[in-house]
């Protein structure tokens, strides 16, 4: 059964920093291109970041570009999404995701308030 388990969310203060987690099971990461989305509260759900399937490449969104990091270890089947200098803005659930396949974890929730 194909499953996506996020963990690593929280509150923090802005200017903070979270290392959210994705485990994959199920299916063969090293195959698989992955991203991050969010959603806010009242928001349509927004693209973050993608990572190919070795890693190679990644690209991410104007909003996050130069404070996000994604990377992946394929041998453990994970997923990471480094999150620095957070702001009140970046409070959303967190969603690890591979559209393609339609697969999609249940969410991590970061909140950023002082």
């Known amino acids: 059964q194909v499953r996506l388990v996020e963990s690593g969310g929280g509150l923090v203060q802005p200017g903070g920093s979270l290392r959210l987690s994705c485990a994959a099971y199920g299916f063969t990461l090293s195959s698989v291109a992955m991203s991050w989305y969010r959603q806010a509260p009242g928001k349509e759900r927004e693209w973050v970041a993608f990572?190919?399937?070795?890693?190679?490449?990644?690209n991410y969104a104007d909003s996050v570009k130069g404070r996000f990091t994604i990377s992946r270890d394929n041998a453990k089947n994970m997923v990471y999404l480094q999150t620095n200098n957070l702001k009140p803005d970046d409070t959303a659930m967190y969603y690890c995701?591979?559209?393609?396949?339609?697969?999609w974890g249940q969410g991590t929730q970061v909140t950023v308030s002082s």
């Open positions: 995701a591979a559209p393609p396949r339609n697969y």
């Open positions: 990572i190919t399937t070795s890693g190679g490449m990644t």
